[in-house]
């Protein structure tokens, strides 16, 4: 076959994730295409694969590893519910029928489904609590229908169908039935109509007209209806040729289910019954009426019809996020709550952060606003919170969250290899801005301190600010990450900036772009004096240098006397922080006679080889524990109480330019860290009296040694980083960062 690009299958829990598992394997037997198949939550898809079967379509945002052509499959939300529930009575899957219930962490499976294992340990705690000792099945088993469909949909269905509402990318295209629910069959050119960019079948669904033209909607209704016809259609959208597609659907015709016998559809337990649609057979009009007032959005986007129309009360767009009405109360239209009491009046300022990337109670855009909130609240000035659309509930509920922004700035919405991420940055600018616009109620006189994570940010905000024109408020930018570049040493000993990739130029392209009537109100900021310099250079603004908002979080008392030294490697793990020499640091240190112990912590999991390296070695060594999978506040808590040292084995030329928020965790916590020689987490490290532990070099041997001479003299370093503690809280913190921020423009504070 010709190079084609990567095919990705999309399901959700009974949206024919087994179907698609059976017809692609046939597929790709016949091609000679590899196939593989991920369950839970996924960062980072292997790049070998033809085919990629996503059972669970959790996704990060840079999960495309090459070009791709995907499809996701959907199927009416009702329907979802009630087969999850039919299913989960009588299925033998291992997480449904658990019965060991031991919340230690790390909580996995079958303790829980693949689809949490990403979910905070929090909530997975909570959840075995709320089992009550009984495996899920018994739970749905001992009750009737009516209560046992509303476990489920408290339950798993709940999170499968809050997992659709939160995805991030509009398809280009989809393949659906007409919306006329009363016409029994439909012929292919009624069940499929053309896209209107070619040949391929389908109908636009594009919100706000930002489309991903890889991306195709199928509907599995689309499938019962004429099966060939829908199977041709997908793999024509995956690139195949008439010839091949037509092939590709005489192979599948052996997994239609209109065309099994009895006894083949009686022996299939993933099959309930020929019927697709059995929720208006299970469901009572009042559960109807209940579901669609909940979930109407999620029906209606997936292109379905309601029965109650008139009873639900979610818009069919996209939500804007309110703020302060003539009411002065705080409050949006969609899925958040309220977010400020009715008796409490908003300050004559108002105070907006927002972030884009804001979405689970986990990770550095997490702790930057909880931070920000507290530091800003004893200022005086109470902190409204726009976060990303679909954020946890544990968000929306802490910090007062207000869903707002479609997509992650990060978002690739084209994997086209060579202007792909210019395509990119403008369709989620444009989003972003168009988001910010449907925000009311932000005044010229208030203050918005808005979190950018990408060119794309920068771009969509001071768009929207333009488009304001007298009545834009001021806003401080913060900028946080890394900017796309790398470090280099010159000959004479100066370290220099060089962009890798193209988010640098993107970065420059985002400055030049910003109006000059936007920068009279308009601040950059930072919290390292490495972005400050390279921030300046990319944007040709200024960017000042403000306090960093992390304060100590560990409860940790100190190490005691006689015990082993717990190492820790931690954190969102890949290539430049030195993951992959991991594996054989912690090899040859277990190798000593050191009292150690190693905790290994990767909030990704996206880096396999070293992460199954280090899970074969675990399993022989009892000192050494690896554990996977995004933590909440509480967890990451826990994660610095275990550790006594840190060790950042990140790649020295690209920190010689860049800073760590793990190397600021320890310095905050007052946990003595290892760090790469002449690099700016050196000179942090300096700058607060402990910069002492380094390795000259980003190798195995130099960071091994450099480990082994920190424990042989851990009483030395724990002094070092106690008094770094004391240096770090003196000027760093929630509220000395609020005041930094509100000093950007006096009047404010």
Same mark, same amino acid.
Request: proline fraction near 7%.
């Given at each position: 076959?010709?190079d084609?690009?990567?095919?990705?299958?999309?399901?959700?829990?009974?949206?024919?994730?087994?179907?698609?598992?059976?017809?692609?394997t046939?597929?790709?037997?016949r091609?000679?295409?590899?196939?593989?198949?991920?369950f839970?939550h996924v960062?980072?898809i292997?790049p070998?694969?033809?085919?990629?079967?996503?059972?669970?379509?959790?996704?990060?945002?840079n999960?495309?590893?090459?070009?791709?052509?995907?499809?996701?499959?959907?199927?009416?939300?009702?329907?979802?519910?009630?087969?999850?529930?039919?299913?989960?009575?009588?299925?033998?899957?291992?997480?449904c029928?658990?019965?060991?219930?031991?919340?230690?962490?790390?909580i996995?499976?079958?303790?829980?489904d693949?689809?949490?294992?990403?979910?905070?340990?929090?909530?997975?705690q909570?959840y075995?609590s709320?089992?009550?000792?009984?495996?899920?099945?018994?739970?749905?088993?001992?009750?009737?229908?009516?209560?046992?469909?509303?476990?489920?949909?408290e339950g798993?269905?709940?999170?499968?169908?809050?997992?659709?509402?939160?995805?991030?990318l509009?398809?280009?295209?989809?393949?659906?039935?007409?919306?006329?629910p009363?016409?029994?069959?439909?012929?292919?050119?009624?069940?499929?109509v053309?896209?209107?960019?070619?040949?391929?079948?389908g109908?636009?669904?594009a919100?706000?007209g930002?489309?991903?033209?890889?991306l195709m909607?199928?509907?599995?209704?689309?499938?019962?209806a004429?099966?060939?016809?829908?199977?041709?259609?997908?793999f024509?959208?995956?690139?195949?040729?008439?010839?091949?597609s037509?092939?590709?659907?005489?192979?599948?015709?052996?997994?239609?289910?209109?065309?099994?016998?009895?006894?083949?559809?009686?022996?299939?337990?993933?099959?309930?019954?020929?019927?697709?649609?059995?929720?208006?057979?299970?469901?009572?009009?009042?559960?109807?009426?209940s579901?669609e007032?909940?979930?109407?959005?999620?029906?209606?986007?997936l292109?379905?019809?309601?029965?109650f129309?008139?009873?639900?009360?979610r818009?069919?767009t996209?939500?804007?996020?309110?703020?302060?009405?003539p009411?002065?109360?705080?409050?949006?239209?969609?899925t958040?709550?309220?977010?400020?009491?009715?008796?409490?009046?908003?300050?004559?300022?108002?105070?907006?952060?927002?972030?884009?990337?804001?979405?689970t109670?986990?990770?550095?855009?997490?702790?930057?606003?909880?931070?920000?909130q507290?530091?800003?609240?004893?200022?005086?000035?109470?902190?409204?919170?726009?976060?990303?659309r679909?954020?946890?509930?544990?968000?929306?509920?802490?910090?007062?969250a207000?869903?707002?922004?479609?997509?992650?700035p990060?978002?690739?919405?084209?994997?086209d290899?060579?202007?792909?991420?210019?395509?990119?940055y403008?369709?989620?600018?444009?989003?972003?801005?168009?988001?910010?616009?449907?925000?009311?109620g932000?005044?010229?006189?208030?203050?918005?301190?808005?979190?950018?994570?990408?060119?794309?940010?920068?771009t969509?905000?001071?768009r929207?600010?333009?488009?304001?024109?007298?009545?834009?408020?001021?806003?401080?930018?913060?900028l946080?990450?890394?900017?796309?570049v790398?470090?280099?040493?010159?000959a004479?000993?100066?370290?220099?900036?060089v962009?890798?990739?193209?988010?640098?130029?993107?970065y420059?392209? =985002? #400055?030049?772009?910003? !109006?000059? *009537?936007?920068?009279?109100? /308009? &601040?950059f900021?930072?919290?390292?004096?490495?972005?400050?310099a390279?921030y300046?250079?990319?944007?040709?603004?200024?960017?000042q240098?403000?306090?960093?908002?992390?304060?100590?979080?560990?409860?940790?008392?100190g190490?005691?006397a006689?015990?082993?030294?717990?190492?820790?490697?931690?954190?969102?793990?890949?290539?430049?922080?030195?993951?992959?020499?991991?594996?054989?640091?912690?090899?040859?240190?277990?190798?000593?006679?050191?009292?150690?112990?190693?905790?290994?912590?990767?909030?990704? =999991? #996206?880096m396999?080889e !070293?992460? *199954?390296a280090?899970?074969? /070695? &675990?399993?022989?060594?009892?000192?050494?524990?690896v554990?996977t999978?995004?933590?909440?506040?509480?967890?990451?808590?826990e994660?610095?109480?275990?550790?006594?040292?840190?060790?950042?084995a990140?790649?020295?030329?690209?920190?010689r330019?860049?800073?760590?928020?793990?190397?600021?965790?320890?310095?905050?916590?007052g946990?003595?860290?290892?760090?790469p020689?002449?690099?700016?987490?050196?000179?942090?490290?300096?700058?607060?009296?402990?910069?002492?532990?380094?390795f000259?070099?980003?190798?195995?041997?130099a960071?091994?040694?450099?480990?082994a001479?920190?424990v042989?003299?851990?009483?030395?370093?724990?002094?070092?980083?106690?008094?770094?503690?004391?240096?770090?809280?003196?000027?760093?913190?929630?509220?000395?960062?609020?005041?930094?921020?509100?000093?950007?423009?006096?009047?404010?504070?």
């Open positions: 076959m010709p084609r690009p990567q095919f990705v299958v999309c399901t959700y829990h009974k949206t024919g994730t087994v179907l698609f598992h059976s017809i692609m046939s597929v790709a037997a091609f000679g295409l590899r196939i593989g198949e991920y839970g960062e980072r292997d070998t694969l033809d085919i990629v079967l996503l059972a669970h379509s959790l996704v990060g945002p999960f495309a590893s090459r070009p791709y052509r995907a499809i996701r499959v959907v199927r009416d939300p009702r329907d979802i519910w009630v087969s999850s529930y039919l299913y989960h009575l009588r299925c033998r899957e291992a997480w029928t658990n019965t060991h219930f031991d919340p230690t962490p790390p996995a499976y079958p303790q829980v693949y689809s949490f294992q990403h979910y905070p340990e929090a909530w997975k909570q075995l709320a089992l009550g000792n009984r495996s899920y099945q018994q739970n749905l088993r001992e009750r009737d229908r009516d209560s046992g469909l509303a476990f489920e949909l798993y269905s709940g999170c499968t169908l809050a997992a659709i509402r939160g995805w991030q509009p398809a280009g295209r989809s393949l659906w039935l007409p919306p006329e009363d016409r029994p069959t439909h012929s292919p050119e009624q069940a499929i053309r896209h209107a960019a070619g040949e391929l079948r109908t636009i669904a919100t706000r930002l489309v991903c033209d890889e909607l199928v509907q599995l209704e689309s499938l019962r004429d099966f060939d016809a829908a199977v041709v259609a997908i024509s959208h995956f690139g195949f040729s008439q010839s091949e037509a092939e590709a659907a005489e192979l599948a015709r052996v997994h239609d289910i209109a065309r099994m016998s009895d006894s083949q559809v009686a022996g299939n337990t993933h099959i309930h019954s020929r019927a697709v649609s059995k929720w208006r057979e299970v469901l009572s009009p009042e559960q109807v009426k579901f007032h909940r979930y109407g959005d999620v029906i209606v986007a292109g379905y019809q309601l029965e129309p008139d009873h639900s009360q818009d069919t996209p939500p804007p996020a309110r703020m302060v009405p009411s002065d109360k705080l409050f949006t239209s969609g958040s709550p309220v977010a400020t009491s009715p008796d409490t009046r908003s300050p004559a300022v108002k105070l907006i952060y927002c972030d884009p990337a804001l979405r109670p986990a990770g550095h855009s997490f702790t930057f606003g909880r931070c920000y507290e530091g800003f609240h004893a200022a005086g000035h109470p902190m409204v919170t726009l976060a990303q679909g954020a946890d509930a544990s968000i929306t509920a802490e910090m007062q207000l869903a707002a922004f479609r997509l992650c990060s978002s690739r919405t084209s994997a290899p060579l202007c792909g991420p210019t395509k990119s403008l369709d989620v600018s444009q989003v972003i801005a168009e988001d910010l616009a449907a925000v009311n932000i005044g010229r006189d208030d203050l918005m301190v808005f979190d950018a994570s990408s060119p794309a940010a920068v969509g905000l001071t929207w600010m333009h488009a304001r024109g007298r009545d834009c408020p001021r806003v401080v930018v913060t946080h990450n890394a900017a796309g790398t470090g280099r040493k010159s004479d000993g100066k370290i220099e900036a962009p890798v990739g193209s988010e640098a130029a993107l420059r392209l =985002a #400055g030049l772009s910003i !109006p000059a *009537a936007v920068s009279r109100r /308009l &601040a900021v930072t919290t390292y004096d490495c972005y400050a390279v300046t250079e990319l944007l040709r603004h200024p960017v240098r403000v306090p960093h908002p992390v304060a100590a979080v560990s409860h940790r008392s190490r005691a006689g015990s082993p030294v717990v190492i820790g490697f931690i954190g969102a793990q890949q290539p430049r922080k030195g993951f992959g020499l991991v594996p054989e640091i912690a090899r040859r240190l277990l190798q000593t006679s050191l009292p150690i112990g190693i905790l290994v912590q990767d909030s990704f =999991a #996206g396999r !070293p992460l *199954a280090l899970t074969t /070695l &675990a399993s022989t060594e009892p000192r050494l524990t554990q999978g995004p933590v909440d506040r509480q967890g990451w808590q994660i610095l109480d275990r550790c006594d040292l840190l060790v950042a990140y790649d020295q030329q690209f920190f330019v860049n800073g760590s928020g793990i190397v600021t965790d320890a310095l905050a916590n946990i003595p860290i290892i760090v020689a002449e690099t700016t987490l050196a000179a942090l490290l300096h700058q607060h009296g402990c910069g002492t532990a380094t000259p070099s980003s190798t195995v041997d960071v091994t040694r450099a480990v001479e920190a042989e003299r851990y009483d030395e370093h724990c002094g070092a980083a106690r008094r770094g503690r004391e240096s770090w809280a003196k000027t760093n913190g929630p509220v000395a960062a609020a005041r930094g921020v509100l000093n950007c423009f006096p009047a404010v504070g």
